[in-house]
């Protein structure tokens, strides 16, 4: 147990695990950690059976870092994917029909009188006394909030069941291969880069 106290006892083994790898894998373990656990967690409880499991993530923090830990679908392979709508959620589904369950972290149950810490550090609260303490909101999730502050909903995934297969190309501007969707330069050249060649 490097990342969470062994205090936290009512926390079972297998999430606790769970946790320390999510942690070690993130590098730290902010409250994102146990919430994208318990998310998975619970996800996969209510999937029940599946054949081939896929993900989708609509953030790109924490939560996607759990995902990747616990089950096989990894960034670097087509069963996780991620849909950023910037929101602490994630769909766990069977890639074979389609049916899921999307996990979300509820605002609605983050009751500010309950769980002042992760509320205030979920909805970015300016506090003057600065920002909540990470460790300290992460034991307030683990040991109040858990499951308590997730909700749920049943869905059929409208994503194509095999992602189509993009040709590749040479960019016309930097001469450069890329997958291309339609067009003749690469994303870089149509729309900016995030970098600038030095010379
Ligand atoms: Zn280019």
């Given amino acids: ?10 926390l079972n083994e297998k999430l606790k695990d769970s ?26 409880t209510l999937l029940g ?4 499991l896929k993900c989708v993530v609509e953030t790109p923090r924490c939560i996607a870092d759990a995902v990747q830990v616990m089950t096989p679908c990894k960034l670097g392979n087509p069963y996780f994917k991620l849909i ?15 049916k899921g369950v999307r996990v979300y972290l509820d605002a609605k149950k983050l009751k500010r009188e309950k769980y002042p810490m992760l509320a205030a550090w979920f909805l970015r609260d300016k506090s003057p006394m600065g920002k909540p303490d990470k ?17 749920y909903q049943r869905v059929k995934i409208s994503l194509p069941q095999k992602d189509k297969l993009y040709p590749s190309k040479l960019c016309e ?14 994303a870089a050249c149509e729309g900016g880069a995030y970098y600038r060649v030095m010379e």
């Fill in 84 to 98: 950023n709508y910037g929101k602490y959620a994630l769909t766990l589904y069977d890639r074979e029909s389609g």
């Fill in 19 to 44: 946790i320390e790898k999510a942690a070690e894998f993130h590098g730290d373990c902010p409250p994102g950690i146990p919430i994208g656990v318990y998310m998975v967690d619970y996800g996969l």
């Fill in 173 to 186: 501007i930097c001469g450069e291969s890329f997958i291309s969707k339609g067009g003749d330069a690469c």
């Fill in 49 to 52: 059976n599946y054949n081939k």
């Fill in 1 to 10: 147990m490097k990342f969470i106290s062994k205090e936290l006892k009512s």
């Fill in 135 to 151: 460790a300290k909101t992460t034991e307030e999730f683990i040991t109040s909030a858990g499951r308590g502050i997730l909700s």
